[in-house]
């Protein structure tokens, strides 16, 4: 049942392996530009005591990804339209479901195996972004100095 759950599922996992790894190219081509600033501009102009323009256009520096990362929702609906919406419905509009209940395999059997599989699918999907996007704005969190401003999209919680 696993092994056929996941036949199911792999191009919405490859989609979002492919996303994952834009992203991580992304993140880290910027994220290395960050860091730098950071490092030669905003730890230079603390020592002198005069930040105000540095630090204006240091946290208006990449606003695209600064946007995607605010949007605390877009993960979770993104993985609820793509993965959880179709695990069953697919079974469903082609009629499919009544062979998968007729065979040895148990109804429970069934959901729990597309449940485990795609859960693990999002869960680990969710990982690995939130901790590039963690890597990536951690600068930017220095900076503004508040910690729990974007705390649903930070850390543990995503994956939550």
């Known amino acids: 049942m696993i092994w056929f759950a996941w036949r199911q599922l792999r191009v919405q996992a490859l989609i979002a392996l492919t996303l994952l790894v834009a992203l991580a190219v992304a993140f880290l081509v910027t994220g290395q530009r960050l860091v730098h600033t950071y490092n030669t501009a905003i730890v230079g102009c603390n020592a002198r005591g005069n930040c105000s323009g540095s630090i204006d ?11 995607l990362l605010t949007e605390s929702g877009l993960l979770a609906v993104l993985i609820g339209i793509f ?6 419905a697919r079974e469903f509009d082609t009629g499919t479901y009544r062979l998968a209940w007729t065979q040895s395999a148990s109804r429970t059997k069934w959901l729990t195996a597309k449940i ?14 939130t901790l590039m996007a963690t890597w990536w704005s951690s600068p930017l969190d220095r900076v503004r100095d508040q910690p729990f401003s ?6 543990v919680v995503p994956i939550g």
């Open 57 to 67: 256009s240091f946290l208006s520096a990449y606003p695209f990804l600064q946007n």
């Open 83 to 88: 993965w959880g919406a179709p695990a069953v």
């Open 116 to 129: 485990v599989v795609g859960g693990l699918a999002s869960v680990v999907t969710a990982g690995l972004f």
């Open 150 to 155: 974007l705390f649903d999209t930070r850390d």
